[in-house]
């Protein structure tokens, strides 16, 4: 019982929604045991336990689209749990190379480079400006890290003129308004994405130190 007490008070006490179980030890225990428990408790804290990471991750598929662009998965991870999904596509049909972004270059119309990125402001039109437009309402601007190349300007945005000019710079663009709709949703969410990671097992991100967890 003993045990169980101290448990509690250790892992539970001032949590969100925990704070009872203390509050139930302060109506039973004696002056005497609260301050053994205080003690036990100043001398064995709680180890910390920092949520999970939500991120967004963007790997490569074996699929290829109708126009020829690599079918691209973006997945909302939170620790290694994959919350939800669309597809997306990037760069040109002619230049579906995924190269170390080392050896890439300004203009080569490539893919997003493998890398780490952080966001920027959303950018809303608050309407559709028609098929006419590459970029459709929203623009997410993305910035990578530690640039190992001079490609830049990259973001996220739908795929808006596809009919006639389908993919992008290196952008990582959805099919659609609904799925980039998904993505601000989860931007803009209480527990949003803190970075995005672009991974297209080429062994950069390894090279420069950073990993993350992921369920097979």
Known sequence: MTI?????????????????????????????????????????????????????????????????????RLSLMNGDRTVDKIAVCSGQAYAQEFVDPRDDYSGSMRPCPEGIYDFGAISDLGYDPGSSDGFGRYFVPIVQRSAPNNRSAFGLHQDRNRATSPGSAGCLSPYNAADMAKIIKWLEAAAKPQYLVVDWGLGYLKSIGFTYSKKA
Do not use: H
């Open 4 to 72: 169980k007490l101290l448990d509690t008070y250790r892992f539970y006490k001032g949590l969100p929604g925990q704070v009872a179980a203390a509050e139930y030890l302060e109506g039973i225990l004696t002056a005497p045991q609260k301050n053994e428990l205080a003690k036990l408790y100043r001398n064995n804290p709680a180890p910390p336990q920092p949520p999970p990471t939500v991120l967004l991750l963007c790997e490569k598929t074996d699929s290829y689209d109708d126009f020829g662009l690599r079918i691209l």
